[in-house]
C-alpha cells in the first residue's frame, strides 16, 4: 500500500493566539511540530494560497513555540507553498522541529522537511477553510490536506 502524502493541521485558541500542532507525511518521512501563530499571519497565508497561479513571491508562513516566538528565536513549523513543474501541480514545504528549551545543544534538536505535491483544487479549498478557522475561531478543528500527483 503506497503511503499517501497528506498535512494534518490541528488549531487550539490560545489567549490572542493560535497554537497549530502539524503533522506530516511524505515518501516514508513523517513528523510532527507545535507552533504559535497570531490571527493574522494566518489569515495571511491563507490568502495567499488561494492566488491562481501562486505568487512569485512564495506564500509561507512560520511559527515557534510562544517564547521563542516574541524573541525571534527557531522555527518550530515553517510551510512554504510553490508550484512544482508546468502542469499544475503544486508543492508544500513542510518544516518540523522540537522547540528548543526541549535540549541542552541545538545538535539536539529533531527536524524533518518534507514536500507534499497536491493540485490548485486541493490548495484553493484547504485555504477556504483555514480561513475558516482563523475567522470563526473554531479552535479545536482540524484541517486536512491530502497530496494528488498529477
Known amino acids: 500500500m503506497e503511503d499517501v502524502e497528506e498535512i494534518r493541521i490541528t488549531f487550539e485558541r490560545w489567549d490572542r493566539m493560535w497554537k497549530l500542532i502539524v503533522f506530516a507525511k511524505a515518501n516514508g518521512y513523517r513528523g510532527t511540530g507545535e507552533g504559535f501563530f497570531t490571527p493574522e ?8 494560497l488561494s492566488a491562481c497561479p501562486l505568487p512569485v513571491e512564495a506564500p509561507a508562513v512560520s511559527g515557534g513555540s510562544q517564547w521563542e ?8 513549523i515553517g510551510i512554504t507553498v510553490f508550484p512544482l513543474g508546468t502542469r499544475g501541480q503544486v508543492a508544500i514545504q513542510v518544516r518540523l522541529a522540537t522547540e528548543m528549551w526541549d535540549v541542552v545543544d541545538a545538535r539536539e534538536q529533531h527536524v524533518v522537511r518534507l514536500i507534499v505535491r497536491t493540485t490548485y483544487q ?5 485555504a477556504a477553510e483555514l480561513r475558516s478557522v482563523v475567522d470563526g475561531g473554531l479552535g479545536g478543528s482540524e484541517l486536512v490536506l491530502t497530496g494528488e500527483m498529477l
Request: hydrophobic share 40%; aromatic share 10%.
Open 69 to 76: 516566538k516574541s524573541s525571534g528565536d527557531a522555527e518550530t
Open 41 to 48: 499571519e494566518l489569515a495571511a497565508f491563507a490568502g495567499s
Open 122 to 126: 486541493r490548495l484553493g479549498t484547504f
